[in-house]
């Protein structure tokens, strides 16, 4: 099923999968619906941003590779309730922080090893991490 589709469900109910204006619909979008709710998707698996430098890690994609070539510092804004974000090191010539604009039980996230990685969920007005390997977390 692709954005625009509409179907029925078992219970004959039509559903219609819809993106807000200037979300990323590009990879592949998975849509819950929970019976009687209306469902915000703003995930898109295979989008990956590739970030090279210092300033803002993008919210629409769900990967980010990190290419540090020096000390960075990163900023990441607030995404939507039940957002996901995966962030990986791939180049480290230098330590990227990234500091997210709200987040619950840490400040940043410090990468400076190829492959260390954090999985972010934003829930509650602000960012968590779900797992983190090799990262420094303060």
């Not at 980010?64 to 480290?92: C, H, N, P, R, W």
């Not at 922080?97 to 007005?125: C, H, K, M, R």
Request: contains cysteine; proline residues 1%.
């Amino acid at each position: 099923r692709g954005l625009g589709d509409v179907y029925k469900r078992q219970d004959n109910r039509l559903y219609e999968i819809k993106a807000e204006k200037g979300v990323q619909t590009e990879g592949n979008l998975e849509l819950f619906i929970v019976e009687g709710d209306t469902a915000t998707a703003y995930l898109a698996f295979s989008a990956t941003q590739t970030h090279c430098g210092a300033g803002a890690v993008d919210v629409t994609n769900s990967i980010t590779e990190i290419y540090s070539t020096g000390s960075k510092a990163l900023t990441y804004a607030d995404g939507v309730e039940g957002q996901l974000k995966f962030l990986t090191m791939q180049v480290a010539g230098g330590t990227a922080t990234l500091t997210p604009t709200n987040s619950t039980g840490f400040t940043t996230i410090a990468f400076d090893a190829v492959g260390e990685n954090a999985l972010l969920l934003f829930t509650n007005s602000g960012w968590n991490i779900i797992s983190a390997n090799g990262a420094t977390i303060a």
